[in-house]
């Protein structure tokens, strides 16, 4: 079992930055590859950023590629979102998930999802 707890949301203007993290309980940590989503009103939930157990694999979105960071500190149990430059367009709930060993972009493929934390982009 993975527990999962989001925290660093809140409300930005437009070309502000952000940092998210993602803390999980439970041992084995490593042993997940960590994920990114976002859900906007009225959106479906899509894909942000995942990286790999040890962070030798980090795939995004083509949307936030070069202003979102995904990274991850094993010892520390924690995954990060560093998001720079943000748009109105990224206002949306966020959520970290965690999938046993391989990277996925599809949400359907993690087996635990933490409470999601809001974050809002003001223009």
């Known amino acids: 079992q993975v527990q999962l707890v989001e925290s660093g949301g809140g409300l930005v203007q437009a070309g502000g930055s952000l940092r998210l993290a993602c803390a999980a309980s439970g041992r084995s940590f490593s042993s997940y590859a960590m994920g990114w989503f976002r859900q906007a009103p009225g959106k479906e939930r899509e894909f942000v950023a995942v990286?790999?157990?040890?962070?030798?694999?980090?795939l995004y979105t083509d949307y936030v590629k070069g202003r979102f960071t995904i990274s991850r500190d094993n010892a520390k149990n924690t995954v990060y979102l560093q998001m720079n430059s943000l748009k109105p367009e990224d206002t949306a709930v966020y959520y970290c998930?965690?999938?046993?060993?391989?990277?996925?972009?599809?949400?359907?493929?993690?087996?635990?999802w933490g409470q999601g934390t809001q974050v809002t982009v003001s223009s």
């Open positions: 990286i790999s157990t040890l962070g030798g694999r980090i």
């Open positions: 998930a965690a999938r046993a060993l391989t990277i996925s972009t599809r949400g359907d493929e993690y087996h635990y």
